[in-house]
């Protein structure tokens, strides 16, 4: 089965700091995704990668996956309150008919 | 266009009850995924609907179970509830499968 293990498992910084999240796979990647959860909610979609070496950017949140397709990482600029939450990856698998979640990363913006 | 609807939004039940969730999908999406959320273990995947057919389960027990109706709609039961089974449980629905899915809300299911 698909392993999907994130870094930190959390993280706090001050406002308007940068800060990265990592997803790591124990297989191939065929499409990996980020979401956001606020606590008791359910999860916004943030954005999905596919090819290797794939960018994708909203508003100050870029995604990005290694070329091996086995890595991915969220980088947040300049962090604000509002992006606190937690953040998840998620995975397809080849058939695209069962989908596996990273452990979560608990982000924590101080004013 | 309405996003996932899950009802109830908050459960207190009693060990040993049965329960049974909602999830309305967004409309024209054939595939309804359910999911726990605990501290512990994170997101778990418990089955996913297509066409009123289970394509895929995940590892619960057998006191978990789900059905999806031709309106795509899908329910999901838990008899003989235990304390272990308080999470949120969400549930998602895409197109036909795969990882882009909008999720609902959730449920929040206490067992006291």
């Known amino acids: 089965s698909q392993e999907l293990e994130q870094s930190p498992q959390s993280l706090i910084v001050q406002e308007g700091k940068n800060l990265t999240i990592n997803c790591t796979s124990s297989?191939?990647?065929?499409?990996l995704y980020w979401y956001k959860q606020k606590y008791g909610e359910g999860l916004i979609f943030l954005m999905m990668?596919?090819?290797?070496?794939e960018e994708k950017s909203h508003e100050k949140i870029t995604a990005k996956l290694d070329e091996k397709k086995q890595q991915s990482s969220l980088h947040i600029t300049a962090s604000q309150p509002n992006h606190a939450g937690i953040y998840l990856c998620?995975?397809?698998?080849?058939?695209?008919?069962?989908?596996?979640f990273g452990t979560g990363t608990s982000l924590t913006v101080i004013p | 266009k309405a996003g996932v609807t899950q009802t109830p939004r908050y459960l207190i039940k009693t060990r040993g009850q049965q329960v049974t969730l909602s999830c309305s999908p967004i409309?024209?999406?054939?595939?309804v995924s359910w999911y726990q959320q605990t501290p512990g273990q994170g997101l778990q995947f418990l089955f996913e609907?297509?066409?009123?057919?289970?394509?895929n389960k995940g590892n619960f027990p057998g006191r978990f179970s789900g059905r999806q109706f031709s309106n795509s709609r899908s329910e999901m039961n838990v008899s003989t509830l235990e304390l272990g089974d308080s999470a949120l449980y969400l549930c998602?629905?895409?197109?036909?499968?795969?990882?882009?899915?909008?999720f609902g809300s959730g449920t929040r299911l206490t067992v006291v």
């Open positions: 609907y297509f066409s009123e057919t289970q394509r």
């Open positions: 998620g995975a397809d698998t080849p058939t695209g008919n069962q989908f596996y």
């Open positions: 990668l596919q090819k290797g070496g």
């Open positions: 409309s024209g999406h054939r595939s």
């Open positions: 297989k191939t990647l065929y499409g």
């Open positions: 998602a629905s895409s197109l036909g499968g795969g990882g882009g899915y909008t």
